[in-house]
Every structure is written in C-alpha cells, then in structure tokens.
C-alpha cells in the first residue's frame, strides 16, 4: 500500500464554498495559535510577576496566597483545567453571566477560555521564575535599600524588581515557548489553532503526512523565532557584572 | 439547564467508580511505562550527546530539540498516524489495542528527550576531574559513563527527575485527542453520559491535584535532602 504524496493539495479548493485552499486554513491556524499564545503570554506576565513578588514577601498572607496560587495551577493538568473553564466556571457564573457567555459566538468563546486558561496556567510557572530571580539577588541590596530609607514597595519598585526581571530573561525563554506548543491544547474544545487545523485537513484531504508535516514545520518555525527573539532581548537587558553577561 | 453552584449532584461518581478506576489504571501504565522506557533511552541519548563521537552527537540532538520543539499533542496524533500502520506492517491485522500502543510509544520518544535534558545536566554537574581520573585509570568512555558518572549524576537528578515524572503523569491526560480513555477521558465520558459533566470534571480536577500535590512534595522533600 503506497501512499500518494501529494504536495498540491495544500493549492486546492477546499470546496466549502468560501474560495479557501487549504493553506488558508493553515494561515488561519497560525494566526490564532500565535495570538492565543500571545495573549495568554501576556496575561501569564502580569499575574505571574504579582504572584512571584508575593511569594518573597514577609507577609505570610500574600505569601501564602502566592504560594496557593501555585500549588494549585502546577499540580492540575492543563487539559482538566481547560475543560472547567470552558465547561465548569459558565456554570458557577452569578447573575447569568454563563447564559451570557454561552450565546457569544462559539469561535470567541473557545478563544476567551483557552486565553484564560493558558495564560493562568502559564502564570504560575512564570511566578516560580520571578521567585527565584528575586530570591537569587544579594540579600545586601534589600538591606541596603532599607538602610536607605526605601519602604518595602519602593524597594521592590526601584531596587529589586528591575534587577529580577532582567535576570529572568533566560529562563523565561523556555516559558515562551512553553506557551506556543501548549496552545494547542485547546484543539480539544474545538479551537482552530495549528493543530485542529492539521487535524481537519487529515479529515478533508486524507494527505495526513503532508499536512501534519506543514503543522510540524509551523510549530518548529514558531520555537526558532521565539528563541531569536528572546536572544535578542537578552543581549538588550543583560546586566553587566553578572552571569551570563559575559558574551 | 442551567445549573447553580447548590445543585451539584455527585451521586453519579460511586457507581462509576469501576470505570474511573480503569481509567486511572491506564494512566498509571502509560506514565510509569513512559518513565521507564524514556530514563532509559533519555540517559542514552544524553551519552551519546556527549560523547564527542559527532554522528552520534548530531543524531541526539537533532532528536531532542525536534521533539522539545513540537506540542505533545502533535506529537500524539504523529503516532497515532504512523504506528498503527507500523503494527499492521509487522503484526499483520488483529492487534486490538492500537491507541494504546500508539500513545504508549508517542509518551516514551517524547518524555525521552526531556529526560535526556536532565541526565545531561546531571552528567555535567559531577566534576570534570572524577572523568580525568577515571580515563586515567584506563577505563573507557562507557565503562567511565556507567560506573563512574552516572551513578552520582542520577542520584543529583533525582528531584529534577520526579518533577518530570509529575508533568509527564499531568500530560498522560491529553491522550484525551485520540478518544483513549485514560482517567481523564473516563471521567469525561462517565460526564458526558450522566449530564454530570461539571461534577465530574471537578472530582478528576481534585484527585489529579491530590496525586500530583503528593508527587511535587515528595520531589521538594528528595531536593532537600540532596541539598544537605
């Protein structure tokens, strides 16, 4: 039995009667994987960071929230914790806004919780990261600042912080990363990203080699940019004097 | 339809719990099989990575970084698409478990380059002068691997490796995209079918976090130790 190579197939009609080829579904594809993965990037950000300043306070509220936080978005899987938002919370929702939220239309709907999703999941992993960046500074800047006269949160704003997130520029790489491939995760819930279109194509088309070899390559394209791009922003936010800086 | 957050109704778990125990079996099997199989040719790949022979070397990391660089759950449709072609190639028809197997194999080539990732680290972090030594007394670049180097360089790894162990037990659940009823697919199925969807979804929710909690604190427990 050999299978029929056939490379055209991505030039072809899709026959649903929109004049799409089937690359178009590929682009599509790649434009929601790369905006969910941003989006939920850039949530992942701005929670983790809160959640990671938490973590190293003294307070052992805010720290034990942040601790929470963690435990809780690490040790659930993130196809369990897909399902219950898109699936669970709609139904927990007050004053309807679940009956809200199931009329919006489905293709929003699918994107507002693998965001959500995504971005939560990836906070508490870019949190452990703001942790250790912060808890890998010289105990003696905190001190000095203190000596200074700084408050607590100015000295997270003008002292430690600054130096933290430069110093997790590496790491965060991987996080970035992380967040693409993850992302098709939410092929499960019926998302159009890269993968539920490779999925589709096997279904349309049965060139099922050519089209998960276009997705691979997309995804690959995808790690190689990122990974530039954050060499890039490396070499911008280095700090003279520490490790790594020496390149 | 709609549902409130008082009227959750549990009452349709006990009686699935059968299923839900089978699917937690499976689960178990792929991930300790996936642990097994991937430390094994993971530590395999790291070697050969190092070993300076360039074929080698190039083979290992072209294999580690291609599939560090595609989604799991590409990687799980690839297998579900070229191995039971494989199978019927070898076994000729009639092999009944085909998503098993295919998920089985996509689980073990998959975690192994993550897993090979880690005994590299480890491998580096036992001192450069414990190599010297060991080449001086005439041992060979294996003999040196399997008596000298790893056996310190897994003991380092061990938390990194059960902290795998805890990711790579969550993923088992995305077996979910080729309809193999693993915990989380039972769960989802029992769910489905009793118009218990939410319930469900919450109580495989908890006992995921219950098992994963256990495994991530007895890694924290395993790196103090190590620490000391």
């Known amino acids: ?247 | 339809m709609s549902t409130g957050i008082l009227d959750l109704d549990f009452s349709s778990i006990p009686g699935a719990l059968p299923i839900l125990a089978n699917g937690l079996a499976t689960t178990f099997e792929i991930t300790v099989a996936a642990f097994i199989i991937g430390v094994g040719w993971g530590i395999v790949l790291a070697v050969m990575r190092l070993s300076g022979n360039k074929p080698l070397a190039f083979f290992a990391t072209s294999y580690v970084n291609l599939f560090r660089s595609v989604p799991l759950v590409m990687v799980i449709l690839w297998f579900y698409l070229i191995v039971p072609q494989l199978l019927k190639s070898i076994f000729g028809e009639g092999i009944a478990d085909i998503r098993f197997a295919s998920a089985l194999t996509a689980f073990c080539l998959f975690e192994a380059a993550y897993f090979s990732e880690i005994v590299r680290a480890g491998i580096q972090s036992v001192s450069k002068g414990q190599i010297s030594a060991s080449y001086a007394m005439g041992f060979t670049y294996l003999q040196t691997m399997r008596l000298i180097i790893l056996p310190q360089a897994l003991r380092n790894m061990m938390p990194l490796l059960v902290t795998q162990l805890v990711i790579l037990f969550q993923d088992t659940s995305l077996v979910y995209v080729i309809g193999l009823a693993d915990f989380f697919g039972s769960a989802y199925k029992v769910g489905d079918r009793d118009g218990r969807l939410v319930e469900l979804l919450l109580f495989a929710g908890v006992i995921y976090f219950i098992l994963c909690f256990a495994l991530s604190t007895a890694a924290k427990r395993l790196q103090k130790r190590n620490v000391r």
Not at chain 1, 58 to 83: A, D, H, M
């Open chain 1, 1 to 247: 039995m050999a299978y029929n190579w056939n490379w055209g197939v991505f030039l072809q009609d899709t026959g649903i009667g929109n004049g799409e080829t089937y690359l178009d579904w590929l682009i599509t594809g790649l434009k929601w994987t790369l905006t969910l993965g941003l989006s939920a990037f850039a949530i992942a950000l701005v929670v983790g960071a809160v959640m990671g300043v938490f973590r190293t306070t003294p307070s052992k509220i805010l720290s034990s929230i942040g601790t929470c936080y963690v435990e809780l978005f690490r040790n659930i899987p993130l196809l369990v914790q897909l399902f219950i938002w898109y699936f669970v919370i709609p139904e927990l929702l007050p004053f309807g806004w679940g009956e809200q939220f199931k009329q919006m239309n489905p293709l929003l709907q699918q994107f507002l919780c693998a965001t959500v999703c995504l971005g939560l999941f990836t906070a508490a992993r870019v949190a452990e990261q703001v942790r250790a960046g912060i808890q890998s500074l010289p105990r003696g800047q905190q001190a000095a600042a203190s000596a200074l006269g700084l408050t607590l949160p100015q000295t997270y704003r003008h002292v430690m912080l600054p130096m933290a997130f430069r110093l997790i520029v590496p790491p965060m790489t991987s996080e970035f990363m992380n967040v693409f491939k993850n992302s098709a995760v939410a092929t499960t819930i019926g998302f159009i990203e890269l993968s539920r279109q490779a999925q589709q194509l096997v279904d349309y088309t049965a060139q099922a080699y050519e089209s998960f070899i276009a997705v691979t390559l997309i995804y690959l394209v995808i790690n190689a940019s990122t990974m530039y791009f954050m060499r890039w922003v490396e070499t911008k936010t280095r700090v003279p004097g520490f490790i790594g800086s020496s390149k």
